[in-house]
């Protein structure tokens, strides 16, 4: 089974268990809180790499809120193979894991707006309520050109072979400049030469929130996202791509608040100290 399809079932069997928890418990006559808006933080792992997001959802009705968020994602190719070559200390380097045929290491920023639906709220003590949710917006992916020590040339004095090393991009390895590869250069190397790629992308995700606490948030967050690119992103050598999808379960954590209640409170503040 290939890992995508992993991921996929693992998605389905997460999110069947807090639908599991809405058949059956003690009712409650506590709905959710309903002047509120949300401050949360989430860590997630994608089919495709890792991130971190923050999102703040505002109030528009009882079952609606108005999201915005920003997120960074750490882009990984599904084809990406860790190797050492087992002649680097022949060379005189330290065998260290390389991914062969990487050319650019690439973080991405996204920027975007979308809504927050309730679908079920928490109407029994113990269970969970579910929220669909759509986001559009901007995605910034950043190439950072990756660097290779490889072998120029060598040559013999006294019986010995002495080698000539040099960083190059991973182009270079099928030219006439070098004849090896021999691991990684550190990753500072090309940070200088970093690229934007801007796009645009659409997220459709389904969270369920399981916290006891009627004012914070704790909940699993099943999704997918899809960018599009203005010009070809490319990660793997000679494999460019100006649409890239990704499926991604994610755990968030947050606080809500009144804003009213708020406002009020700092005004009381305020007049007491006058």
């Known amino acids: 089974m290939s890992s995508v399809r992993k991921f996929i079932v693992l ?6 268990l807090p639908i599991s928890l809405l058949a059956q418990g003690e009712f ?3 709905r959710e809180t309903t002047k509120y808006n949300v401050n949360q933080f989430g860590l997630k792992v994608n089919s495709d790499g890792f991130g971190v997001v923050y999102t703040f959802a505002q109030r528009v009705k009882y079952r609606l809120r108005r999201n915005y968020e920003v997120e960074y994602d750490y882009l990984k190719n599904l084809k990406e193979v860790k190797m050492i070559n087992t002649n680097a200390e022949t060379y ?7 991914v062969f045929g990487k050319v650019n290491s690439v973080h991405l920023l996204r920027a975007g707006y979308g809504y927050n639906w309730m679908l079920f709220d928490k ?15 901007f995605t910034f992916a950043f190439e950072k050109p990756m660097y290779y020590v490889m072998i120029d040339s060598a040559e013999m004095i006294n019986s010995h072979a002495y080698y000539y090393k040099s960083h190059h991009r991973f182009e270079d390895y099928y030219s006439s400049q070098v004849f090896d590869l021999v691991t990684r250069s550190p990753y500072s190397k090309g940070m200088s030469e970093i690229k934007l790629c801007p796009g645009n992308y659409v997220k ?9 606490d ?3 948030v704790s909940s699993f967050e099943l999704g997918t996202i899809f960018d599009f690119y203005y010009r070809p992103l490319t990660i793997m050598y000679k494999q460019p791509h100006s649409f890239m999808w ?3 379960i994610a755990y968030q954590f947050g606080k809500k608040y009144n804003p009213t209640l708020n406002r009020d409170y700092r005004r009381s503040l305020r007049k007491s100290a006058e």
């Open 11 to 16: 998605l389905f069997f997460i999110a069947s």
């Open 28 to 30: 409650s006559d506590n």
């Open 92 to 98: 005189g380097c330290d065998m260290k894991k390389f």
């Open 123 to 137: 109407r029994d003590k113990g269970s969970v309520s579910i929220h669909l949710q759509t986001n559009v917006g």
């Open 204 to 212: 459709i995700d389904i969270s369920f929130d399981f916290s006891q």
């Open 214 to 216: 009627a004012m914070r």
């Open 246 to 248: 990704s499926l991604y």
